[in-house]
């Protein structure tokens, strides 16, 4: 599975912004595809995840309300939808998908196939 992530920038509190997943690989429509973000000096920790065939939708609590994850119907594409955004959102963001196909997780342990990341800053 190949992933490359993008969308980040430059933001203020209080905007919106989309991150955009593309997925690849003969086998891609089989993973749940999820987005992690590191921030400076922290742990990598996870954001939300959907479902393969795009049923189900999980969240940290730190972004419920505020982010939606969806993907397209070719289910190639995953995109984050970023509103409300708040300076503690600053961090790169990764979409991943994990080691086992079918897996359902939301550790950054169990993803053995990332994005490049792509950086989001929010200025207060």
């Known amino acids: 599975v190949q992933l490359q992530a993008s969308g980040g920038g430059l933001y203020q509190a209080g905007d919106s912004l989309r991150l955009s997943c593309v997925a690849s690989?003969?086998?891609?429509?089989?993973?749940?595809i999820g987005w992690f973000r590191q921030a400076p000096g922290k742990e990598r920790e996870f954001v939300a995840v959907?479902?393969?065939?795009?049923?189900?939708?999980y969240y940290a609590k730190s972004v419920q309300g505020r982010f939606t994850i969806s993907k397209a119907n070719t289910k190639d594409t995953v995109w984050l939808q970023m509103d409300s955004l708040k300076p503690e959102d600053t961090a790169v963001y990764y979409c991943?998908?994990?080691?086992?196909?079918?897996?359902?997780?939301?550790?950054?342990?169990?993803?053995?196939?990332w994005g490049q990341g792509t950086l989001v800053t929010v200025s207060s």
């Open positions: 991943a998908a994990p080691t086992r196909a079918f897996v359902l997780s939301s550790g950054a342990k169990d993803h053995a196939f």
């Open positions: 690989g003969d086998t891609v429509s089989r993973y749940h």
């Open positions: 959907i479902t393969n065939n795009g049923g189900s939708e």
